[in-house]
């Protein structure tokens, strides 16, 4: 079975600066999918940014960028000049690439989630 | 493109009630899924369905249930509630389950809060 692991609850970042939010995740699989999803107070699930294990760049959307690294099971994201709108929760998720069905699974495992917030 | 629906926003009910959740995916999405999301938990996969068949479903008990209509529309019932069944329940749907990851990236609702007294 897959796990995934974000190991840092709460986490707080200055106006302007970055911050790197940590992912582990366990699977045998060697084909999958890995999302980060934020989540504000008002509840709706966002996707950020999203990465295919086959590839081995690093995906990047704007300020947010992933460090992934197949081999030790990480996939970290960072946040660069951080706003206060990136005030939420933030979720990092595992998407099995399914051979049966013809692709993924159809369903995300999630992590704990980091509370991040931003301060002013 | 109108986003992921879901009805009601906000539910109470009593032990031993049922309910039924309401989901409207994005028009042209054909999988849905449900999510249950509590604070000890997490959030847990509870079902997913793609043309009006359960493809795939997670560790809930036979108490959870679902369906999907031929629009996609997609329902989830619990019966017999229970004080732990309080919780966000989030539906989400993607174009297809398939070997493209656009497709099968997940788009969420703003969830249904479910509260059981």
């Known amino acids: 079975a897959q796990t995934v692991t974000q190991s840092q609850p709460e986490m707080s970042v200055q106006e302007a600066e970055t911050v790197t939010l940590s992912c582990t995740y366990d699977?045998?699989?060697?084909?999958?999918?890995l999302f980060w999803y934020k989540q504000p107070p008002s509840r709706q699930m966002i996707l950020v940014i999203r990465q295919e294990a086959y590839k081995q760049q690093n995906a990047t959307e704007n300020r947010f960028s992933v460090n992934f690294q197949k081999a030790a099971k990480s996939f970290s994201l960072k946040i660069s000049d951080s706003q206060l709108g990136d005030t939420a929760m933030y979720f990092c998720a595992f998407m099995k690439h399914g051979i049966l069905h013809g692709g993924s699974q159809g369903n995300l495992i999630f992590g704990k989630g980091t509370k991040l917030s931003v301060k002013p | 493109k109108a986003g992921v629906t879901q009805t009601p926003r906000y539910l109470i009910k009593t032990r031993g009630q049922q309910v039924t959740l309401s989901c409207s995916p994005i028009?042209?999405?054909?999988?849905v899924s449900w999510y249950q999301q509590t604070p000890g938990q997490g959030l847990q996969f509870l079902f997913e369905y793609f043309s009006e068949t359960q493809r795939n479903k997670g560790n809930f008990p036979g108490r959870f249930s679902g369906r999907q209509f031929s629009n996609s529309r997609s329902e989830m019932n619990v019966s017999t509630l229970e004080l732990g069944d309080s919780a966000l329940y989030l539906c989400?749907?993607?174009?297809?389950?398939?070997?493209?990851?656009?497709?099968?990236?997940?788009?969420f609702g703003a969830g249904t809060r479910l509260s059981v007294l």
């Open positions: 989400a749907s993607s174009l297809d389950v398939g070997t493209v990851l656009a497709k099968n990236i997940q788009y």
């Open positions: 028009s042209g999405h054909r999988s």
């Open positions: 699977t045998s699989e060697s084909n999958y999918y």
